[in-house]
């Protein structure tokens, strides 16, 4: 099964995703003028615009959904494998796909914030699915994608999740896997059955603690080991384009692992985040489109260089001779496998008593919520595909199926399941990154349109039908809301992020 798996991540993984995942995020970063550097600050004051709706989410609930599926186990046991495979400059290619997809991460944003639709409940709801067949008008694309995000998070990626929650504790704390698995699957089952609004303030209150936890305490070993900071970066740079003597031979494995375990982290263009996207109450698409990009920083420029910058600077790290995968060109942890157990050992170095179980429970955070958005992207794939019909089974059978998975996954090796949540992640992603470049021009004219009523001194409402989109009728009922609740205040025309 691993090497049947593993073929097919070697296609699907070929250069040419590599090169895609790129070349698109600097396209949309050109074609918008880098947004994400122009609009830096107004990203972060649109975290707090918009309220909670009974039809949606507010945009930070929106954003910690995303965010619960952006922060994951990719942010501790991907950068280590990443690492372990590419060299200290896997990590600069992490950066690079951040940069690059925060642009991504708009325009997909803020296509499902066009498209989106109400469910039978009258929830908000969206995603590829919907803009491929709404805006692509190509209903057999929109299906397969559907088909494939139901495989890939309904059954492939949260076991990646589960299996390093499992693998951190018996770690650290001695906790049996079967342990791990129950009370995953039980606290999982609590907030799924509870529905969006559950998940979404779930969400709201683990994500930000979560990562502001792991950062600051990242941030105290930088700290403590500020001297040699420098060095650091400069080994990044180096061994990212084969300038390091020790590091050289590694330079495409680094690009390669770089750009996957990037893409796997912060999901720019593989179109998991446009569906917490879709959920939430916003005036305008583009508003949620730059929370989404912000997102990406969030995740990769703070949570994995934190990780990152720990193992470097510690010197705990392995780095792999792919001329020999039983030498190392670097060894700095013996007998650990590549994943959370390198951030485990570094931590505990330093931290005695202390660093090892923070990890795992920093890990059993960033993991179980990760697995909550995956539950939802899942969900919202299966009512596209049976919005149709009265499949009143499909639903519970996710869930019953989901928590299956999380039990198993647990008890398993972790290289299977990573090796199928690379695939999940690779599949999701051809399909995204091709639809979108079809589908980028309502996304950027609806970025114009934001930025001239900015320009104007208003707080931007979104006209779809004089934006030129003309399949989104949910636009004039939420244009005509916003525009009574503004005129209401005799100071609406003033600048409100």
């Known amino acids: 099964m691993q090497d049947f798996v593993n073929a097919i991540n070697d296609w699907v993984w070929s250069p040419a995703l590599i090169y895609l995942c790129l070349l ?31 039809q949606g989410v507010s945009s930070f609930q929106a954003l910690a959904m995303s965010l619960a599926g952006r922060v994951g186990t990719g942010n501790i046991a991907g950068v280590a494998t990443a690492i ?27 296509l499902a914030q066009i498209y989106k639709e109400r469910d039978d409940k009258g929830f908000f709801i969206g995603g590829p699915a919907y803009y491929f067949e709404k805006a692509l008008g190509q209903k057999w694309y929109a299906v397969l994608f559907a088909i494939s995000a139901i495989a890939a998070c309904g059954l492939l990626l949260p076991g990646v999740q589960a299996n390093s929650i499992a693998e951190a504790m018996n770690n650290s704390l001695g906790i049996a896997p079967s342990i791990s698995a129950a009370v995953i699957a039980a606290l999982l089952g609590f907030i799924i059955f509870g529905g969006v609004k559950r998940i979404a303030s779930s969400a709201e209150l683990i994500v930000p603690f979560m990562a502001l936890a792991y950062i600051i305490v990242a941030i105290v070993i930088i700290i403590m080991h500020i001297g040699q900071l420098p060095d650091v970066l400069a080994l990044i740079f180096r061994s990212a384009f084969g300038m390091d003597s020790t590091f050289g031979a590694v330079l495409g494995l680094a690009i390669q692992w770089g750009v996957k375990r990037g893409v796997y982290s912060n999901e720019a263009g593989q179109g998991t985040g446009p569906h917490p996207s879709a959920a939430a109450e916003v005036s305008h698409p583009a508003k949620q489109g730059l929370v989404q990009a912000f997102s990406v920083y969030v995740d990769t420029l703070f949570v994995c260089s934190a990780t990152g910058f720990m193992l470097i600077i510690t010197g705990m790290y392995n780095v ?9 060109l670097y060894q700095g942890v013996k007998g650990v496998a590549a994943g959370p157990g390198y951030v485990q050992t570094a931590m505990e170095n330093i931290m005695p008593g202390f660093g090892s179980v923070f990890v795992a429970v920093a890990l059993f955070f960033f993991a179980f919520t990760t697995i909550m958005a995956y539950y939802y992207i899942a969900e919202t794939n299966i009512r596209y595909l049976t919005r149709s019909m009265k499949l009143n089974w499909a639903i519970p059978v996710l869930k019953v199926v989901i928590l299956f998975v999380v039990i198993y996954s647990c008890l398993k090796t972790a290289d299977l399941a990573w090796a199928l949540g690379d695939l999940g ?73």
């Open 24 to 54: 698109v995020g600097l396209y949309f970063s050109i074609r918008g003028r880098f947004l994400q550097v122009r609009h830096f600050g107004r990203m972060i004051r649109l975290l707090m615009d918009g309220k909670s709706s009974d």
């Open 320 to 328: 792999q001779d792919p001329a020999n995968k039983e030498a190392f």
């Open 425 to 497: 992640v690779g599949l999701m992603a051809w399909l995204n990154i091709i639809g979108i470049l079809f589908l980028q021009k309502p996304a950027f004219a609806a970025l114009r349109d934001y930025e001239a009523q900015v320009k104007q001194g208003k707080d931007p409402i979104y006209d779809a039908r004089a934006n030129g989109v003309h399949n989104a009728p949910i636009w004039d009922e939420i244009s005509a809301k916003y525009r009574k609740e503004f005129g209401e205040h005799p100071d609406h025309d003033r600048f409100v992020p």
């Open 84 to 110: 372990t495979f590419g060299g200290p400059g896997a990590l600069f290619w992490m950066w690079m796909v951040a940069f690059l997809g925060a642009s991504t991460a708009f325009v997909e944003s803020t």
